[in-house]
């Protein structure tokens, strides 16, 4: 079992940066692959970037290459979305999900473990 819970999230203008905080339980933490998705009214969820293991290469959609960079800290049972650049778009709930062992790291119904979400707004 695995416990998620997000924090960072806020109110930035356009350009600037904001880095998204996952916590999260249990002692497996390392064991499990880590992925950032974001919601906008109205639209599905879609993903945003993810990791299975801390020094593993990372996916990135292409809406947020060479902007975001996750990351992930097993010794905090943490991983983080560090996002800079932001753009109006980029407005959304953003959630943290994990899984052990995703056929995809995309694919957000191969996760099990979701956190509440945390906001992103971003304004022009």
Not at 90 to 95: G, Q
Not at 119 to 123: I, L
């Given at each position: 079992q695995v416990q998620l819970v997000e924090s960072g999230g806020g109110l930035v203008q356009a350009g600037g940066s904001l880095r998204l905080s996952c916590a999260?339980?249990?002692r497996t933490f390392s064991r499990y692959a880590m992925g950032w998705f974001r919601q906008a009214p109205?639209?599905?969820r879609e993903f945003v970037a993810g990791m299975r293991w801390a020094g593993s290469s990372a996916e990135y959609?292409?809406?947020?290459?060479?902007?975001?960079?996750?990351?992930?800290d097993n010794a905090k049972?943490?991983?983080y979305l560090q996002m800079d650049s932001l753009k109006p778009e980029?407005?959304?709930?953003?959630?943290c999900g994990a899984?052990?062992?995703?056929?995809r790291i995309s694919w957000s119904r191969e996760y099990r473990y979701w956190g509440q979400g945390t906001?992103?707004?971003?304004?022009t």
């Open positions: 999260a339980s249990g109205g639209k599905a959609s292409d809406s947020v290459k060479g902007r975001f960079t996750i990351s992930r049972n943490a991983a980029d407005t959304a709930v953003y959630y899984d052990e062992n995703p056929i906001q992103v707004t971003v304004s």
